[in-house]
Each structure stands twice: as C-alpha cells, then as structure tokens.
C-alpha cells in the first residue's frame, strides 16, 4: 500500500462482511483525512454499525484491510482500539450511572499512586482539567444518572478525547440534544479538527451534516455510493445516493382536518422534579400536537404524567369530557392511550425477545384462540405490521437485537398500532432514523391522523416539529409558554418560547 500518511489518518480496503448468506459490507474502501470531520450517511440497515463493528473489532471482518496512520491494524475489540486511538460515542449511552462523572471517565483505567490505592486526587486534577480544556462546566461528584443525556454524552466525548484519540466516532450525537447543545458539540468538534484529531460523524440530520462535515460518504445496502466534498454536492443528491430515488419533499403534505376537542389537560403540575407547572392545553381529533422546548424543559414529563407513569400534585386529563386519573400504564392504555418513549433501549424494547415478542406483547389478549394465546396470529399480526412498516428484517422470528435502530423504531411502532390507539403520544419519533424512513413514519402519522387519532409529538428537531404538525406548544422550564399555529410560526418564535421562563 501507498504511504499516505501526509493527510489520511484511516484507510478501510476491500472490507466486507456477512452475516450467513445475508452479505452486510461489499469491499468497503473508505479514507478519512487527518483533521477532517468525515459525514457518513446512509438508510437504517445500510451498513453503518457493523462498519464500525468491524473497525472496533467487536465483529470480525470477513476481509479487507484497515490502516491506522499507515499501519495496518485489527483491534481486539473496544478497548483495544481505544488504546491504539480510535474511540466511539455512541447513540445509546453505556455509562455507569450510579457512579459520579470522574469514575466514568476513568473506568478500567484507575491512576494508582506509590502506595498502589486509587489516587483519587489526580483524577479529580486531570478531570477538571480536561472539562475546563473543552469549556464544559461539570459537576464531577454528581452521578451520572442526574445528568441530561446531553451532559452525559459530552463526559462521553470527553472520555474519548482523555485517550488522545486521533479518530473519534460520533453515532448520532445530537439526537437528544437541543439547538443550543448541538451549537456547544459543532464548537467543540471545530476545536478538535483544528487540533488533528480526525472526526466520523454518523448522522440522518442533513442539515448539521453540511453545517459541520469537510466530506460526506454515503453507504446504501452494504457498499459506499458516493464519497464528496460537503461543497460539492447538495441535499437531494444526498437523498437520491441514500434512498436510490429523488425524494421531492422531506415532509408529506399536512392535510388532516382537526375536529372538535378529544383531549383535555388543564393546571397539570407535578410532584417530583423537574416539575411540570400549572400546564393546560387541548388537542382536537385528528390533530398533529407538537411539543418543542429544550432537554429539560418538561416535555417528556408531560407525557409521562398524561400516561400516568409520573406522579400528579394537580390538575384533570379529559377525554371526550370524561375525567382519566390513571394511577399506571395499563389504565391509560386500556382507555386508548399509547406512549411511544425516547430512550428505545432503556424503556421501549424487549432486548433479548424476537419481533412477534416485541410486536405483539402489548396487545396479548387479541391473538387468543380459545382460553390460549395462539402463536400463528402472533406471527402474522407481525409480519403485517413488518409490511406496514417496511421494516428492514429476514422475519418475526429475527431477534430485535439484531435490527438497526431505525427498524427498531418501526417495531415499537407496529406494537402500539395492534392496539388501535386513540390518543397517541410519541416521544422523540424518529430518533436516529433515516430521511427514507423518516418518511414512511411521517406518512404514517399524518394517515393516523386523517383516520382521527389524536396525536402529540415530541421533537428536538426544528424542521421535523415545523414540517408535520398543525400546532405546537412550546415548553419552557416545566411551563407551557406558549402554544403557535405551525403555519404562523418560524424557528425565531420557537426558540424565543423556549427560553421565556429560563
């Protein structure tokens, strides 16, 4: 191999990798330049993860070569490429939770003194240090699980730059994040390009993929399609090498009708933190309600309270003038409620179940036959909702710890449609999904929609909370701040309601 040491930092050649005769990876070549943020795109099942996966070691590539600053490597795993300059942060957080922010930094790599104890002053020392280098304030004695997950993923990057990485991963950084993190992440990632360090950023958001990438590579069904200068290519070609077809609008045409008033919250407070103060609004039948607000502004509370899964101090839910006092989940779901939540792993997913398991298990008592749940309408109510869905699988016998996140997304989704939901809430919808996908699923939200389900979205994302919903209620510190007719309003407005009660 040519030396190209002088401006590439990592080669891929000829990588590939199958699973059984499902072949994953067809010989991947791909060189990311040394001080560059790289994009890589691609749809939910194109290839991203298990190209990762068979540069960290964590699968075993079935051939091809990866060369780390001209020298050929093959990581162990992990922790053996982290050692050797590679690190990743990825979309689902493993972080030790109970344990404080220095621990985390830390883990598997404990500074001892001469007395061979932990020298937990020198942690402390270097921590700080490294926070203060990066221009993040830290409480370093708090736990983890007190932290935002944007917090939480910036200790992550942290960690990452702790082992004077010269290539770092980002899978999906900003999904959780709101505007003015992701501003605070793109500083800091400008901060480590201008030093060296070279950045793979994996990404559906096109926007931030131009704002902050050098180049773009774009993987679709196992082989890479296109690699270009940012400023060289635009976001329709983007879309057409990802999705194989010229997708004309990132949005559906919104053209429900709302009806009358279904849902009613009024004076809705919490007892816990972070509190929910005094929110009422109302949605209509058929109405798409979105939620916009910064992480931490209540919105995940809100729906949690509604769902009866937070604790209420005060205030009435109605639908259809009925009071709902629901003191658990199943009461809210019995009267045709569903919840879709944003941490997909955490609380979504039945990790070590297959598809039907996952698809079918909130909706038990409509596959009976008899006194016994029958196995055979399991599996076809769930190859139905795999066909509604488009889900990218060999079947519903795969195990949902083998699908990409997007396709896990669209599982959850196919689970709370089995039970024909009236009321219907989703948190963070389409969080890591491709723009493909992210179509089917906004489709589907506007059809459910003209069907007269009612329907509240969560989203982080500006140009998703404008592009599919009839109104928005904006939260601010636990405070509903206002709420704006979508086709009145622009991201100014938002962002304005956003930081009203701040």
Not at 361 to 382: C, E, P, Q, R
Not at 412 to 418: D, T, V
Not at 466 to 475: H, K, S
Request: aromatic share 6%.
């Amino acid at each position: 191999m040519e030396d190209k040491r002088d401006d590439t930092i990592l080669s891929i050649r000829g990588m590939s990798k199958s699973f059984g005769r499902n072949r994953v990876l067809d010989h991947i070549n791909l060189d990311v330049k040394r001080g560059t943020v790289m994009g890589l795109m691609g749809e939910n099942g194109a290839g991203k993860s298990t190209m990762m996966k068979c540069l960290f070691g964590t699968y075993q590539k079935d051939e091809g070569s990866i060369y780390l600053d001209g020298k050929e490597v093959n990581f162990s795993g992990p922790k053996d490429a982290l050692e050797n300059g590679i690190a990743m942060v990825h979309q689902e957080l493993n972080q030790c939770l109970e344990r404080n922010v220095v621990d985390n930094l830390f883990l598997g790599r404990y500074p001892v003194n001469s007395l061979g104890v932990i020298d937990e002053k020198r942690m402390k020392n270097e921590a700080s240090k490294l926070f203060r280098k990066l221009g993040m304030t830290v409480n370093l004695d708090q736990p983890m699980r007190n932290m935002s997950v944007s917090q939480r993923q910036m200790c992550e990057i942290a960690k990452a730059i702790s082992y004077n990485s010269k290539v770092i991963v980002l899978d999906e950084p900003t999904s959780s994040l709101t505007v003015q993190e992701v501003d605070k992440l793109f500083e800091m990632m400008r901060m480590l390009r201008d030093q060296g360090i070279s950045l793979i950023y994996i990404s559906h958001k096109m926007d931030e993929i131009f704002e902050i990438c050098d180049e773009i590579s774009v993987l679709r069904d196992g082989n890479l399609v296109m690699t270009k200068s940012a400023k060289e290519t635009d976001m329709n070609e983007l879309i057409a090498a990802m999705v194989g077809r010229v997708l004309e609008n990132r949005f559906p045409p919104v053209d429900n009708q709302p009806k009358d008033v279904v849902l009613s919250v009024q004076h809705l407070s919490t007892k816990f933190e972070p509190y929910l103060q005094d929110v009422s609004f109302d949605v209509r039948e058929g109405e798409i309600f979105g939620l916009y607000g910064l992480v931490g502004a209540g919105r995940t509370e809100l729906l949690e309270t509604i769902f009866g899964i937070r604790t209420r101090a005060s205030g009435r839910v109605y639908l259809n003038n009925k009071l709902m006092n629901f003191s658990c989940a199943k009461e809210a779901m019995d009267y045709g409620f569903a919840l879709i939540t944003e941490e997909r792993k955490a609380n979504g997913l039945f990790l070590k179940g297959d598809l039907t398991f996952n698809t079918t298990i909130a909706n038990l008592h409509a596959y009976k036959s008899g006194a016994a749940i029958s196995d055979s309408k399991m599996v076809k109510a769930t190859a139905n909702e795999i066909k509604v869905m488009h889900t990218k699988c060999m079947g519903p016998g795969d195990m949902i710890s083998s699908l990409s996140g997007g396709n896990q997304q669209k599982v959850i989704f196919g689970r709370w449609l089995e039970r024909s939901p009236q009321v219907f809430m989703m948190d963070e919808p389409t969080r890591g999904i491709d723009v493909g996908a992210k179509y089917e699923i906004y489709d589907l939200i506007i059809k459910m929609a003209k069907e007269g389900k009612t329907i509240i979205v969560v989203s982080s994302e500006m140009p998703e909370i404008l592009g599919i919903t009839n109104r928005i209620g904006v939260m601010s510190n636990g405070h509903l701040s206002g709420i704006v007719n979508t086709k009145e309003t622009n991201q100014e407005e938002l962002l304005r309601l956003s930081a009203k009660y701040l």
